[in-house]
Nanobody, 127 residues
Framework: QVQLVESGGGLAQAGGSLRLSCAAS????????MGWFRQAPGKEREFVAA????????YYADSVKGRFTISRDNAKSTVYLQMNSLKPDDTAVYYC????????????????????WGQGTQVTVSS
């Protein structure tokens, strides 16, 4: 059983920054690609970013490209999401998840390829 625990959410002003962390249990973290999704009130869950198991390949949604950075530390079984230049539209619950499919931009952007999910962390950006 894999557990994912997000942290680092909170309240930020527009233009500010937050860094989310996702700590994973289990000894196989370094073998899996990981992703971040978010869900705003009344909206469907949407893809934010994904990173390969080795950390050498990443993929971002257009809405966050150039502002967010996904990274990982396999020694700590943790994946991060650095969020800069935050906008009110970034307000959502952010979830990390483990990816089980074959890596490709189309596939990693779909929630269908993910099996374990964290409980989420709230990010609120004020204007």
């Amino acid at each position: 059983q894999v557990q994912l625990v997000e942290s680092g959410g909170g309240l930020a002003q527009a233009g500010g920054s937050l860094r989310l962390s996702c700590a994973a249990s289990g000894r196989t973290f370094s073998s899996y690609d990981m992703g971040w999704f978010r869900q705003a009130p009344g909206k469907e869950r949407e893809f934010v970013a994904a990173i390969r198991w080795s950390g050498d390949n990443t993929y971002y949604a257009d809405s966050v490209k150039g502002r967010f950075t996904i990274s990982r530390d396999n020694a700590k079984s943790t994946v991060y999401l650095q969020m800069n230049s935050l906008k009110p539209d970034d307000t959502a619950v952010y979830y990390c998840s483990r990816y089980r499919g074959r890596w490709s931009p189309v596939r990693v952007a779909s929630a269908d390829g993910y099996d374990y999910w964290g409980q989420g962390t709230q990010v609120t950006v004020s204007s």
